[in-house]
């Protein structure tokens, strides 16, 4: 993985306020000043910083500190989402993952392209909704390069190095996207098709070595008995 690790030292929140995108457009502006400075503090506190139960250096999310400093996260906050019709909620989704633009052509390193669509308006009793159109849209997302994470205040992911830890839990319910990366293994291992589309893209980091880690390599290795999968030339 080529992200860095460090600490966010970037410029206040005000950095991401021009270029969040609001549905409704007009009407919210004090709810965004304010949730938007709630999932920036998450991720720069919390998300972006180590964890004493994640079984592993670095913070919980390396992706993000990179991001951050980056300037490459991107924030679209869609009020009156209430999750009270689970298709409007997938479609809203979906049709945002399809607009998610590809990485550069001939781009060597990790995009670091990142986009959080948050749900404030997402009512306690339907945070299992974004839970199933979470499900409902990852054959989609991996299709077009991506990956995609669900995040809500009682979200029971969990941690893949520590099964206790429930890492997936925010303020705000939301959905992040972003390119995948070579690391991501951890999550596309389990099924035939995920895993076609990883091992196109990165079969060939795991032939020339660059990735070392012991269990990226047993998942791949696994993945690829299982599913037969030949090297790429």
């Known amino acids: 993985m080529t992200t860095s690790t460090k600490p966010f030292d970037g410029p206040s929140v005000g950095r991401y306020r021009s270029d969040t995108v609001v549905f409704p457009a007009h ?39 990179a991001a951050l400093n980056a300037g490459t996260l991107r924030f679209e906050f869609r009020y009156q989402v209430t999750g009270d019709d689970p298709g409007e909620l997938r479609g809203v989704l979906a049709d945002r993952l399809r607009r998610f633009p590809p990485p550069a052509a001939g781009a060597q390193k990790t995009s670091l392209e990142c986009l959080v669509v948050a749900l404030p308006d997402l009512a306690q009793e ?10 409902d849209l990852k054959d989609l997302a991996v299709d077009h390069g991506l990956m995609i994470g669900q995040f809500h205040p009682d979200c029971d992911e969990r941690s893949v190095r520590n099964h206790v830890l429930r890492a997936s839990r925010s303020p705000v319910p939301l959905l992040a996207a972003r390119h995948m990366a070579s690391h991501d293994i951890l999550f596309l291992h389990d099924c035939p098709r995920w895993f076609d589309a990883y091992h196109k893209q990165f079969s060939a980091q795991f032939v020339d070595g660059r990735v070392n880690d012991p269990l990226m390599l ?13 090297e790429a030339p």
């Open 126 to 135: 339907n945070w299992t909704a974004l839970d199933k159109a979470h499900a």
């Open 218 to 230: 047993g998942l791949f290795a696994a993945a690829k008995r299982r599913y037969r999968q030949r």
């Open 27 to 65: 009407g919210y502006d004090e709810r965004v000043d304010t949730d938007l400075r709630v999932l920036v503090d998450w991720l720069q506190d919390d998300v972006g910083r180590p964890h004493p139960d994640l079984k592993r250096p670095g913070p919980l999310c390396p992706f993000v500190p």
